[in-house]
């Protein structure tokens, strides 16, 4: 898929204008601090939002629109935001291997090919410090196979993140963009 062609096209049925709201909603009780990486972070609403609570957030995306956009947008006084045109799966791309203590996942995991999901969960546990934490919002009820967004289980993730990755919680957030009610789970992981 041409993801920077959807951007210049606007279609982007994803893009919904504000932070993903179980990532508010998690937020609330829970604090994130240190470094977070954001792939596919598209406008930037979900790395504003963690820089806005004091993180250092860095979304990468590949889509030089999306990005181009996301620097337009004012960003928060707290914290700090940095934006990097990069594949997140490809080991060359200098984002910066074991340096981040958090890496938040919401719809680039299910926009990969089900058959690259073992390269993302090892990108993943690279660019996170040892012991660093995965929190990811999975979509794990679509009924469309055929993607993207491809669907998932949490047992899927659950086998394919275990060899590296801690499991600490499961859950259904009860916050959601209109439409998506019942198709996400969330999930908090520890680098082991």
């Known amino acids: ?26 937020l609330e009780s829970h604090s994130i601090t240190g470094r977070v990486l954001v792939p596919g972070c598209g406008l930037g609403h979900d790395v504003r939002f ?78 996170l410090k040892p012991g660093g934490q995965f929190l990811a919002i999975l979509f794990t009820n679509l009924d469309d196979p055929n993607g993207p967004p491809f669907p998932t289980s949490y047992a899927e993730v659950e086998r394919l993140f275990s060899p590296f990755f801690v499991g600490i919680r499961h859950w259904k957030p009860t916050r959601f963009y209109s439409g998506r009610e019942n198709e996400e789970s969330m999930c908090l992981m520890r680098r082991s």
């Open 1 to 26: 898929m041409d993801w920077d062609q959807s951007y210049r096209s606007n279609e982007t049925p994803w893009e919904r204008g504000e932070p993903a709201p179980p990532l508010v909603e998690y």
């Open 50 to 127: 963690l820089a806005s609570t004091g993180c250092d957030a860095v979304g990468v995306d590949l889509a030089k629109t999306a990005l181009s956009r996301a620097r337009a947008y004012i960003e928060p006084e707290r914290g700090s935001v940095n934006y990097q045109l990069a594949d997140v799966l490809d080991s060359g791309s200098g984002i910066g291997d074991g340096s981040f203590d958090y890496v938040f996942e919401h719809t680039c995991f299910c926009a990969i090919d089900p058959g690259r999901r073992k390269d993302y969960v090892k990108a993943v546990q690279r660019l």
